[in-house]
Nanobody
Framework: QVQLVESGGGLVAPGGSLRLSCAASGRIFSIDDMDWYRQAPGKQREWVATITRGGTTNYVDSVKGRFTISRDNAKNTMYLQMNSLKPEDTAVYYC?????????WGPGTQVTVSS
């Protein structure tokens, strides 16, 4: 069983930056893909970015050029550097990890972009 915990969320003004972290713990053999998702109030959960174990990345169009996903395999930790934040980025951000073909989710961290 893998446990995930997100951190780094908070309140930031438009144009500001935040760095989210997702730390994995528990019985870990080898985490494969890791993802960030987000869910805004009244909306469905939306995929944001993916990073493979080898470091290949992919992003939803709305965050390309502003967000950067990265990971440290030795620490079983993933990051999301978010720059030039917009009010529409306001959401609960969730991390997801796939380990031995099973998906695991964190409880989420709130990001609010507001002046």
């Amino acid at each position: 069983q893998v446990q995930l915990v997100e951190s780094g969320g908070g309140l930031v003004a438009p144009g500001g930056s935040l760095r989210l972290s997702c730390a994995a713990s528990g019985r870990i053999f080898s985490i494969d893909d890791m993802d960030w998702y987000r869910q805004a109030p009244g909306k469905q959960r939306e995929w944001v970015a993916t990073i493979t174990r080898g470091g290949t990345t992919n992003y939803v169009d709305s965050v390309k050029g502003r967000f950067t996903i990265s990971r440290d395999n030795a620490k079983n930790t993933m990051y999301l550097q978010m720059n030039s934040l917009k009010p529409e980025d306001t959401a609960v951000y969730y991390c997801k990890a796939v380990e031995q073909y099973l998906p695991f989710w964190g409880p989420g961290t709130q990001v609010t972009v507001s002046s």
